[in-house]
């Protein structure tokens, strides 16, 4: 059932930006046949829109709970109302300032040499001639992205456990004392890191080696006619050509500077190891003990809603800077 | 002053380039198998030769004491295995549905809301509730504790995946929906007929995403999935052995094993062999097909 008005463009009831001009009437009516003309296309978006209503929006007012004294009975929204009691007492504690610092500086470390070891293995990669170790060795690295975090706490576990592990086994070999890593903070910021490392370079290096394999290989070979060596390519050619991954996957990762990955501190620490907590604690493992150990509610939210706020702050200057020195790889 | 293209002569800078290649890329690609096989080789040791011993690669005294008693009481772990095979299968083939039919839709130029749309999405990224309110919603308010959709529904799609698809999409010239347009075809016709099957390579990529992310779920199921569910996830159930005391005592009074003689280490790993073997063993496979997904879609866009 077209509309007479769309003869210009044969069975096509859709508007075109800048093509169809609305036929004289209130603005009421060209919304609704724009809604009608878009149908299909919304009721496609609509199993998605609910989820993301339920799971992701739906949660955002509990938020409220970040104000309040809970109790039971009266539940999220009736519960006493008591200010900003919640955040002062994560400020005077020092909880808040360590919280921060750990995730930031995790997450900093995590970006930074995730980056430079997955764009350096990507090129290498793509420098090798021998297709057969190429394969081989790329399966081999993607590997660790494929199991559980479970697994990579018990992995951890079997190289550093105190009695056992080969850490400690190769320490007493060489006649060195062995340590008690499951007790002394100092050591985590590292091992945390490497198992990062480990996890996720593989996968990592994968969305830049696809980018490198996207280079026009014509420039290549141009390159490669006009007696450019390999250094030469990469400095050139190749880094130049990955930039806009770099600054996209950089400001996806910015965006997330707050946000901690809870599955690899909570399967390497352990659940509630104080021990470690000077220098493994951060945001997601504080509010999953509010929630699981010590039932503290509004504790867990008034953290997880400074950490949204301020998240959420990190992400318009991040892109605001992006958008001044590329305007084409600002996300909006 | 160049060189004949025919000529195979290859200079210093290049390489050390590929000398240094070979070198990081094969030591790399051994960090990451080593830990695998430390697994393995601690699986099939002998209890009495980790405690003087420790952990190995290679087992000092060979045994498979650990497997015995695993599956001498294999009903936890084939349960599990069921509800992760179940929950992987249903969410991926949901999942992966809904989200190419929404990075489709949003990726059209013709769409009037896809940028409304597609900020709506993508705001979930910056903000959140957080885990408190999450938990309340899916526990309480929505009362799926103890229900398997608590971990199925969760998983299903994320705004990144659909980002990914709409790249993957980005790749068709518009000009195929459009003289479908042309020729009467409606909106979700031409995605079912046209662009589904040209978008196989994304497709697969993005359901091994969701599909991994199934397997390896542990995290909802612990938030969600109570002790007293006899069957929870797989890799839960793994957890539970790693941490849990209680896992010990039952094997040890359902396989009349004194407590004392049991290999506690050793089950861990054989547990964590049990758990992950199969997976490790389709994917040669699976990550092939996995990697060229990714690369097709980068090389299309």
Not at chain 1, 284 to 289: I, K, L
Not at chain 2, 134 to 160: C, R, T
Request: include cysteine; aromatic fraction near 16%.
């Amino acid at each position: 059932m077209n509309s007479p008005t769309a003869a210009a463009s044969p069975g096509d009831s859709t508007p075109h930006a800048g093509t169809a001009m609305p036929a004289p009437g209130t603005k009421r009516r060209g919304t609704l046949r724009t809604l009608f003309a878009n149908r299909t296309l919304l009721l496609m978006c609509l199993p998605a829109i609910v989820f993301f209503l339920i799971f992701s929006y739906l949660p955002m007012p509990g938020l409220y709970l970040a104000f309040v004294k809970y109790n039971y009975s009266d539940g999220i929204f009736k519960s006493p109302f008591v200010g900003w009691d919640n955040f002062r007492f994560l400020v005077i504690t020092g909880d808040l300032w360590r919280l921060t610092f750990n995730t930031i500086a995790y997450n900093v470390m995590f970006i930074l040499l995730g980056n430079a070891l997955q764009i350096a293995v990507a090129i290498l990669l793509n420098e090798l001639r021998n297709k057969w170790f190429k394969k081989i060795s790329q399966s081999l690295m993607f590997l660790p992205y494929f199991i559980s975090f479970v697994l990579i706490g018990l992995i951890a576990y079997n190289i550093l456990s105190y009695d056992y592990g080969l850490l400690n086994g190769f320490l007493k070999m060489i006649g060195a004392d062995p340590v008690k890593t499951y007790s002394n903070p100092h050591l985590w910021p590292f091992i945390i890191v490497v198992t990062y490392l480990w996890q996720s370079t593989g996968y990592g290096s994968i969305i830049y080696f696809a980018a490198v394999m996207g280079l026009d290989s014509e420039i290549v070979e141009a390159a490669e006619i006009d007696g450019a060596n390999a250094i030469q390519r990469i400095r050139y050619i190749v880094l130049p050509w990955l930039k806009p991954t770099f600054i996209i996957l950089l400001l996806f990762s910015l965006g997330g500077v707050l946000r901690g990955n809870f599955g690899l501190f909570f399967n390497l620490v352990g659940a509630n190891n104080s021990a470690l907590y000077a220098t493994t604690d951060i945001i997601e493992t504080y509010v999953f003990r509010s929630l699981m150990t010590n039932f503290n509610f509004p504790m867990g939210s008034a953290v997880s809603l400074y950490q949204s706020v301020f998240g959420f702050c990190v992400v318009l200057s991040a892109n605001w800077l992006v958008k001044r020195m590329s305007p084409d790889n600002s996300l909006f | 002053m160049s060189a004949p293209r025919t000529a195979i002569r290859v200079d210093g800078a290049t390489l050390l380039v590929r000398t240094i290649g070979y070198g990081f890329i094969g030591a790399f690609a051994l960090i990451c198998l080593l830990p695998f096989l430390l697994v393995v080789g601690t699986s099939l040791t002998s209890e009495s030769s980790i405690a003087r011993h420790g952990f190995n690669l290679w087992p000092r005294v060979f045994s498979t004491f650990a497997y015995k008693i695993v599956f001498e009481n294999p009903d936890l772990i084939i349960g599990s295995y069921w509800v992760t095979i179940g929950i992987t299968v249903v969410g991926t083939a949901v999942g992966l549905f809904i989200v190419a039919m929404t990075g489709y839709a949003l990726q059209r130029p013709d769409f009037h809301y896809r940028n409304r749309i597609s900020f709506f999405i993508y705001f979930t990224t910056l903000f959140t509730g957080g885990l408190v309110p999450y938990f309340l919603l899916i526990n309480q308010y929505l009362a799926l504790k103890d229900n398997y959709l608590a971990v199925l529904l969760p998983g299903l799609l994320s705004p990144f995946l659909i980002i990914m698809m709409k790249s993957f999409v980005r790749s068709i010239p518009h000009a195929i929906t459009e003289s479908a347009k042309i020729d009467g075809a409606g909106d979700f016709t031409i995605f079912l007929r046209l662009i589904l099957p040209m978008t196989t390579p994304a497709l697969a990529t993005i359901g091994l995403f969701i599909a991994i992310g199934y397997w390896n779920e542990w995290y909802n199921a612990m938030l969600f999935l109570s002790p007293d569910m006899k069957y929870r996830t797989l890799q839960l159930f793994l957890y539970g052995v790693v941490t849990s005391a209680d896992f010990v005592k039952n094997s040890s009074a359902a396989s009349n094993v004194d407590l004392r003689d049991l290999p506690l280490e050793s089950m861990k790993m054989a547990t964590a062999v049990v758990a992950t073997g199969p997976v490790i063993l389709l994917y040669p496979f699976v990550q092939r097909f996995f990697i060229k997904g990714i690369t097709v879609g980068a090389v299309k866009g």
